[in-house]
């Protein structure tokens, strides 16, 4: 799914270089469950965004499913974003007038899918998490956890091959941050590989393998 070979990004800010991966090399196989552990500023979300097509490289190679990126223009990674990638975050990324259900269905839109066949996927996503009950709220009338479990439904219609999970327990207490790792390995379980961005060792050790990286540098 990812194959990485000698990845660097550079920063620059006036005079100022910065040198946020260097010479990052590594493969996750299809159906892994992988997390990348850090401490902050240690690179790992420099090496996500490039991951999720988000950012590019300053030299080195990617592969995303045997495609090399660094080539494409913004409309084929935009496509790639949507085809390939779901992203599930700290932050839930949540639009606040949605309902739950009109999150979860808008990445399907972007698909061209029509209403009746999204609005069906996005109850079956939200039963999934155990929120259909809940379809028609905000997030504001939702707790954290509830809100994660959104986005994780979100990530469930969407039914990319591979799921891309910054810190997804950082805002959560540990009981709404344990059910969102199980729904998580749920996922890998039905095949997805997941690359999970992390500095929470309870989260990592629960991967297949872990990735630590400090400095820029894969370290072990």
Not at 165 to 191: F, T
Request: proline content about 2%; aromatic content about 4%; hydrophobic content about 40%.
């Amino acid at each position: 799914m990812i194959q990485i070979t000698q990845l660097e990004k550079t920063y620059h800010s006036g005079n100022l270089k910065v040198e946020a991966l260097r010479g990052i090399s590594l493969t996750v196989n299809d159906g892994e469950f992988v997390a990348v552990v850090g401490a902050s500023g240690s690179g790992k979300s420099t090496l996500m965004n490039i991951i999720g097509c988000l950012d590019t490289a300053t030299a080195g190679k990617y592969l995303l499913d045997g495609v090399d990126v660094a080539g494409l223009h913004e409309k084929q990674l935009s496509r790639i974003r949507s085809e390939k990638i779901s992203f599930i975050f700290q932050g839930f990324n949540l639009i606040p007038t949605l309902t739950a259900k009109e999150n979860v269905e808008l990445p399907l839109i972007y698909r061209k899918m029509n209403k009746s066949a999204r609005s069906s996927l996005a109850m079956q996503a939200l039963e999934a998490v155990g929120l259909s009950s809940r379809a028609n709220h905000r997030p504001w009338q939702l707790s954290g956890g509830q809100q994660q479990r959104v986005a994780i439904a979100r990530a469930f219609a969407c039914d990319a091959p591979l799921i891309l999970a910054d810190e997804p327990c950082g805002n959560l207490d540990s009981k709404a941050g344990q059910a969102v790792m199980d729904m998580l390995h749920m996922l890998n379980k039905a095949g997805k590989t997941v690359l999970l961005i992390t500095h929470d060792k309870h989260a990592a050790d629960t991967a297949m393998r872990q990735i630590r990286i400090s400095d820029g540098k894969i370290m072990a």
